[in-house]
């Protein structure tokens, strides 16, 4: 299954006794709006809400960590998901949080699952149906995960590339977050980098914020940023989520989609022993 599919696709597929459409949409604590609320107020026909925050690890500090293979087993099966499921992602927003559900699948094991290009709002705009309310939840499944572990990075791998530079490490922040000139959506995190990284705003490979750019655009966008094969690419941002755009938008390019840093940002800039670039307030943008 291609990681992305059309709205043409999924009008054509929707319906079918082993689709799985999922609704996984999220937002940033400084944004006032509740997904699931959204989520029951309109939604894709025969789409189940996939709750970012519940398909996580609960014994974790940081926000929406990957939980246990077996955590994630019993959540996916609950929600209607087997080894057999063809899955579909979309958000609220075009393409914005669904990536993290696909990545989440790719890294449990799972491959027939993608993101829907232009999600809700395309869907929307070309006069598709919609439903609203609760669905009524699904007979339960069997889901066996299988972890890809080379596809998670934690905060011990990256400390280690900070000296190695081993890894391209790809921020899916906004620039000014990045640079250390507006504040974290999260009170009291200071903004940031991780030394070495590279700014790409997730925004930049979309058009419109709402579609991936074309594979060819894709891969012109990414070798400015020095992504060209030499180096495995590491994806990060504030916690976990948007950097899943980058990964989604080099996998749709026909790119080597590399890793992502779960923690990502939120746990980087809390740690006392880890370095961060520039401090906040100075004029390093490196």
Sequence with gaps: MHPLVSTDWLAEHLGAPDLVVFDASWYLPNEPKDPRA????????????????AVADPDSDLPHMVPSAGRFARLMGALGVSNASRIVFYDQKGIS???????????????QAAVLDGGLPKWRAEGRAIEIGEPPAPAARDFLPCL????????????????????????ARAAARFHAEAP?????????????????????VLVGGQTLLPPEALRA?????????????????????SAAV???????????????????????ASRPDTPKAPLQGTADHG
Excluded at 149 to 171: C, I, K, P, T
Excluded at 224 to 238: L, Q
Excluded at 247 to 268: F, N, Q
């Design 221 to 241: 966008r990414f070798a400015r940023e020095g992504v060209d094969g030499s180096r495995p690419v590491v994806t990060s941002c504030g916690s976990g989520v």
């Design 148 to 171: 890809r572990a080379g596809r998670l990075r934690g905060v011990g791998d990256m400390l280690r590339n900070v000296a190695s530079g081993e890894e391209l490490v790809l921020d």
């Design 246 to 268: 980058l990964t989604l938008a080099m996998a749709h390019a026909g790119l080597p989609s590399g890793a992502l840093y779960d923690g990502s940002w939120t746990e980087w």
């Design 38 to 53: 959204e989520f029951r107020s309109a939604h894709i026909p025969t789409a189940r809400f996939f709750d970012i925050d």
């Design 97 to 111: 949080t669904a990536a993290r559900g696909w990545w989440m699948m790719g890294l449990f094991g799972h491959d």
């Design 184 to 204: 974290e959506p999260r009170p009291g995190l200071p903004s940031g980098h991780i030394p070495g990284s590279r700014s790409l705003p997730y925004g930049e």
